[in-house]
């Protein structure tokens, strides 16, 4: 008799990534972004939800977070079931939410997890506080394989004076592996995107600059990112094809309103 959540099979050709974040009712991020990221790269998305949301691809009229009792229940269901490659982590929400995902994170800590830290929306809406990054940087980051901030994820991460690679060094220092820094804010011609880890120079991959503004681009390409590694693929294999596929995604991306572009996930892409 086949045990739950262990079936050989299935798990070798989709293994299951769980996603923690918020629900975006327009599909263009949060959990769906999430879903249709993992989907398409050939992994089983488990998604756990953090937080609803009244928003388009405009604004954000309102964040409703979970009762932290009924998030460790869907956790728990989950976790009897089902055993995770990989964990991505979006907008966590409040301190009590976060010391659960801390906790989940210490007894997985062997496989990889990546977070996208969306500390604010584009529109301006926050999700975070002083005391909620504090526990981000003490409890959560430490724990991760990669984090993706972009330029200003990175500055209110690590605020003050200094480079880059100083910032991203911090991260790394306080127990993270790696730190991919999106340069999208930059108003120059192409993107740069920098892999910071421990051990190497940094890996540096440029990108052609799309016109327009992309609603979940940051969780299409963390998704992806957490798909790869779910999949077995190197940190550095895994990040250069994560973020050809978000470029992708944004590339035909759909304008279906007069808001933010949304990015096209279910894309051709061969997985096996």
């Not at 210490?106 to 996208?116: Q, S």
């Not at 470029?247 to 279906?256: D, G, H, T, Y």
């Amino acid at each position: 008799m086949i045990k739950l959540g262990i079936h050989p099979n299935f798990q070798k050709r989709y293994p299951p990534v769980l996603a923690i974040g918020g629900h975006d009712p327009s599909g263009g991020a949060g959990i769906i972004a999430d879903a249709q990221t993992l989907l398409a790269l050939g992994t089983w998305p488990l998604t756990l939800i953090s937080c609803l949301t009244a928003q388009n691809t405009q604004f954000i009229k309102q964040v409703t977070y979970q009762p932290v009792g009924a998030f460790r229940q869907q956790l728990e269901a989950l976790l009897v079931d089902f055993q995770p490659a990989a964990i991505k982590l979006g907008v966590l929400g409040d301190l009590a939410i976060q010391e659960t995902v801390a906790s989940l994170l210490n007894y997985y800590a062997n496989i990889p997890v990546i977070l996208d830290p969306v500390l604010s929306s584009t529109s301006g809406t926050s999700f975070s506080n002083a005391e909620l990054i504090a526990h981000l940087k003490e409890k959560i980051i430490p724990l991760c394989a990669v984090i993706t901030p972009n330029l200003p994820e990175l500055n209110a991460l690590v605020p003050g004076n200094g480079s880059i690679e100083f910032k991203a060094m911090q991260l790394i220092n306080s127990g993270c592996r790696a730190v991919l820094v999106t340069g999208t804010h930059n108003q120059t011609h192409t993107v740069k995107n920098l892999l910071f880890t421990a051990s190497s120079e940094p890996l540096v991959n440029r990108w052609q600059r799309l016109e327009g503004e992309f609603h979940g681009s940051g969780c299409t390409l963390a998704s992806a990112l957490a798909a790869l590694l779910g999949r077995g693929e190197d940190l550095a294999t895994a990040s250069v094809k994560a973020q050809d596929y978000a470029w992708r995604s944004l590339e035909k991306a759909l304008k279906l309103t007069e808001g933010q572009l949304l990015p096209l996930r279910l894309q051709d892409t061969p997985h096996a």
